[in-house]
């Protein structure tokens, strides 16, 4: 089993920034990539960035440019940093494992007033 904890959500302005770290815990050599996803009340979770364990990263073209996802092995720990936040932004953030299964996080709210 693998555990997932994020951190990091909150409440920031259009425009402002916020850095989500998930650290991961337990069966971690099963883990071949992480990433984030965020889901919307009403709405589908889609993937946000995600990063393999060769530092191969990908981005939801609605977030290019503006988040950076990278990763601490030592820690064990992948981070979000988001950049000129946009309210569009405003969702519950989870952070995921894919292993021999998918592993999610309990999801942290992030939130962007205009």
Do not use: H
């Not at 916020?18 to 589908?44: D, E, H, T, V």
């Not at 530092?55 to 030592?74: E, H, L, M």
Request: charged residues 15%.
């Amino acid at each position: 089993q693998v555990q997932l904890v994020e951190s990091g959500g909150g409440l920031v302005q259009a425009g402002g920034s916020l850095k989500l770290s998930c650290a991961a815990s337990g069966s971690i050599f099963s883990i071949n990539a992480m990433g984030w996803y965020r889901q919307a009340p009403g709405k589908q979770r889609e993937l946000v960035a995600r990063i393999t364990n060769s530092g191969i990263t990908t981005y939801a073209d609605s977030v290019k440019g503006r988040f950076t996802i990278s990763r601490d092995n030592a820690k064990n720990t992948i981070y979000l940093q988001m950049n000129s936040l946009k309210p569009d932004d405003t969702n519950v953030y989870y952070c995921s494992g894919w292993g021999q299964r998918v592993y999610w996080g309990q999801g942290t709210q992030v939130t962007v007033s205009s």
